[in-house]
């Protein structure tokens, strides 16, 4: 038969198998793998990008790159040349001086269009209310931080001497998008116009000034620039972007995106299954027609060819319309949500669709085609006897490449390949492992039903007469149950966990420049105004400058963590006890310890990037004075709940005779400005620095996770669904027969109808058991070795998921097989099903 008569058999075929509704569990299932996967990269995607642009507002651009030293005019041309904005910042520490005083101030000089991502704030009194800045500084005015204001005893309108120049302050300065993370500044902070600086004089050989050019743009043309970029960058110079200069948006941005990855996976693995479900009652159904086209002359290779032909129209047709369906429902979700979500979320990429097909073809040839292969093998005895049944075919190698395409997808879901490999092998392990123990639980509990009544009896019966096909099912259900209850534990206790470390009352204020002889008087003032305040860190600021005697530039790499530490003062503490958020990864506190020595405590990640172990001996400079400690032990810093922490702490007595002065961090209503009013004016040496802005921007982004999370759990559900529907029709032809005898027996409606449902409510049950069961095992995996967060088990729901279960499926049994009680016995019997 030509290509064209078998095209045209195929299409015969499959277009009255269409009009019998043969083909819909099949077409439904894939329609629901593509819209889904389609879906969740869609709006996973775009939120992403959305929040990345948010986060971006604590950059002041997409991306920056800044230099000791003047940036070639270069790098700015590049970037216009690919259509992107830039402006320059120069920053640099000035005297700013009055008529009566003088104050060391970090000063900003910035260019047209500072910033290009986020809002500079301004207000025209001292904690006045704020006002967005609808341009930067004109030429000789500059904007100040109120505590200078208080230091110099200057007002707006005043001015003020910087190098050569005297500016004029025109507002106090509130707040700056790109000051994200600078927690440790002791200096006030000036804005000024980049055309001022060189009549300032300021800038001289020698003068330690830090460079900037922000960028932002189009991600196309940013990765452009960036691919442009990174080859030319020389020592002094270093590339930044979104999450690298603020850790807490960065771990928010990184948490996020985890957990969004495995409700996809979820959802992806669910579908998955339906499709295999769903292809192998199609192949099981079609048995006689490839038995009667081999009657009629049709060799192997021709019936094969037919069936894999309707299966490529199907798969069209459903990718098709699920990629229609998935962008359709971004879409409306993102209208629904507009008032949550950021107000310049991103527009779709073609990325999403990318991944939709692949997700329908994986789906398709992966777990479909291993089922039909067996139509090309049917014997064409089987239009005498409809017992003989192909063999089956070898569909292993099929289904290693679809699992193995599925671990990629899931791979381009999470960016994580730890949180990916073990969600599949632990997916894999529990599966082995719970398909044994549903197959023994199965039998234990047929034994203890063989004294009970007989819809009972009828019911266990019927698992307990093919005990292997039952444990299928069973673990089949167990996936659904198994794969909801995964990402309600993940969505209860890993938002909860982040949220816990940003409690309504986190610390919005860090006090620093606290004289040790104010410490009690301090504390009284915090206590007057009602804040909640951290204890007080002595704090001295001083460089690492050698490890074990070798200078610590020969051991660190351009732009790491280490890199930037060893560049500027640390803020060093001393403290006779651990934080409560602090956990030692290794070694030993200082009261368990000689106190013969030195000790210092490293922070893991910057002892991992600078290679630091235990015993190592570290030599600071503090003060002038050179100072060695040995590393006693390593730990584990929560960085991102703002409270005051430290990469170096050092056993007590070890800064003795070290200038100091105290830090702290406490948490005020953004409603009592008074009171940070008069706390500045009673302790006019201290430094004041807000973060609220910080603390609302991470908020917004839980809750817009939150939120994704909530739409994301409907398409896990919704994908369960499609399995259990797809597990039931897959028995359906079968139990059409069993009831027709049984009620041609004199079986009554009744007990049929409750026999399934009972059937059922052990099936669910059981399953419920081993996806409590499976659950535990993931999220132990989970947990420890890819969130690194701690594990302890869910009692509760080793009761609530088999009753949940045994509830769920014994009504969606009882739902999908009426057709065994509402048709006529004689006619099923008559149709030979």
Not at 513 to 540: C, D, H, M, W
Not at 570 to 595: E, H, V, Y
Not at 625 to 652: K, L, Y
């Amino acid at each position: 038969m030509s290509r064209e008569h078998s095209a045209q058999l195929a299409s015969r075929l499959l277009a009255r198998e269409w009009r019998a509704g043969e083909l819909r569990v099949l077409v439904l299932a894939l329609i629901i793998a593509v819209l889904v996967s389609t879906a969740i990269s869609f709006f996973t995607d775009r939120l992403q990008r959305g929040m990345a642009s948010r986060a971006a507002e604590f950059l002041g651009a997409d991306m920056l790159i800044s230099s000791r030293d003047p940036l070639p005019p270069l790098y700015a041309e590049q970037a216009s040349s690919r259509g992107l904005e830039w402006t320059e910042v120069v920053e640099f520490s000035s005297v700013m001086a009055s008529d009566s005083d003088m104050q060391l101030s970090s000063v900003k000089a910035v260019g047209p269009g500072y910033p290009l991502r986020g809002q500079v704030r301004i207000s025209d009194r001292l904690f006045g209310q704020e006002q967005v800045a609808e341009q930067t500084p004109a030429p000789g005015q500059l904007w100040v931080e109120p505590r200078l204001v208080s230091v110099l005893g200057v007002d707006i309108g005043d001015t003020l001497e910087v190098g050569l120049s005297e500016l004029r302050i025109d507002a106090l300065l509130t707040h700056e998008p790109d000051r994200a993370g600078d927690f440790y500044s002791l200096t006030p902070r000036v804005l000024m116009n980049l055309a001022d600086l060189e009549a300032t004089g300021i800038i001289q050989p020698g003068s330690r000034v830090r460079y900037r050019l922000l960028v932002s743009g189009p991600e196309t043309a940013l990765a452009d620039y960036r691919q442009w970029l990174q080859p030319r960058l020389n020592e002094h110079q270093r590339l930044v972007t979104v999450g690298d200069d603020n850790r807490q948006i960065g771990n928010a941005l990184e948490r996020a995106n985890q957990f969004l990855g495995l409700a996809s996976i979820a959802a992806v693995v669910l579908v998955g299954v339906a499709v295999a479900l769903s292809a192998n009652r199609f192949a099981s159904r079609h048995f006689d027609t490839s038995a009667l086209l081999r009657c009629l002359g049709a060799s192997r290779r021709l019936v094969l060819k037919v069936f894999l032909v309707q299966l490529a129209w199907l798969g069209l047709l459903a990718t098709l319309i699920g990629l229609a369906l998935g962008w359709l429902m971004q879409w409306g979700l993102v209208y629904l949500l507009a008032d949550l979500l950021p107000p310049d979320i991103p527009r779709p990429g073609l990325t999403p669709l990318l991944i939709g097909t692949a997700t329908g073809l994986v789906g398709l040839i992966g777990f479909a085609l291993p089922p039909l292969l067996r139509l090309g093998r049917v014997s064409p005895l089987r239009v005498l006897r409809r017992d003989l049944a192909p063999l089956p075919s070898s569909g292993w190698v099929i289904y290693g490449l679809a699992l193995g395409s599925l671990t990629l997808l899931m791979w381009q879901f999470t960016s994580n390949l730890p949180i990916t490999l073990a969600v599949v092998f632990g997916g894999a392990l529990a599966s082995l492992l719970l398909g044994l123990l549903a197959w023994a639980l199965l039998k234990q509990t047929g034994a203890r039903l063989r004294n009970a009544s007989l819809a009972w009896r009828l019911g266990s019966g019927q698992l307990l007469k093919q005990p292997t096909t039952a444990a299928g099912q069973i673990l089949a259900f167990g996936l659904i149950l198994m794969s909801m209850v995964v990402i309600l534990i993940l969505r209860t206790e890993l938002l909860d966990t982040w949220q816990a470390q940003l409690p309504d009352d986190a610390p919005n204020h860090f006090a620093l420049n606290i004289l040790p002889s104010e410490a009690e008087a301090f504390t009284a003032k915090l206590e007057q105004i009602g804040a909640r305040a951290a204890p007080l860190y002595p704090v001295s600021p001083g460089r690492l400058i050698e490890v074990n005697g070798q200078p610590v530039r020969d051991l660190v790499t351009k732009d790491s963590q280490a890199e930037r530490a060893i560049n500027r003062d640390l803020s060093l503490t001393w403290s006779a006890t651990l934080a409560t958020d602090n956990r030692l990864s290794a070694g030993r506190w200082f009261d368990q310890l000689p106190d013969d020595r030195h000790w210092v405590s490293v922070e893991a990640g910057l002892a991992d990037n600078l290679g630091v172990s235990l015993n190592d001996d570290l030599t600071f400079v503090i003060a002038g004075q050179q100072i060695q400690a040995r590393v006693g032990s390593i730990r584990e810093v929560e960085w991102d709940n703002f409270t005051p922490n430290f990469f170096m702490i050092f056993s007590p007595g070890t800064l003795d005779g070290m200038p100091l002065t105290l830090l702290t961090s406490f948490s005020l209503p953004s409603t009592e400005r008074e009171a940070l009013r008069d706390l500045a004016r009673a302790f006019p040496a201290m430094t004041l620095l807000e973060v609220e802005a910080i603390l609302a921007q991470i908020r917004d982004i839980l809750a817009q996770v939150t939120l994704a999370v909530e739409y994301v759990l409907l398409f896990v559900l919704l994908a369960g669904f499609t399995v259990l529907f797809a597990a039931l029709q897959a028995t359906l032809d079968e139990r059409l027969y069993e009831g027709a005898l049984l009620r041609t027996l004199g079986a009554g409606r009744p007990l049929l109808q409750k026999a399934n449902r009972l059937e059922f409510a052990l099936l669910g049950a059981l399953a419920g058991l081993l996806a409590i069961a499976a659950a535990e095992l993931i999220t132990l995996l989970l947990y420890r070795q890819a969130l690194d967060l701690s594990w302890s088990p869910h009692f509760g729901l080793w009761l609530l998921v088999p009753l949940t279960g045994a509830l769920l499926i014994g009504l969606a049994g009882a739902w999908g097989t009426r057709p065994v009680v509402e048709q006529s016995p004689m006619r099923l019997i008559n149709r030979g099903v």
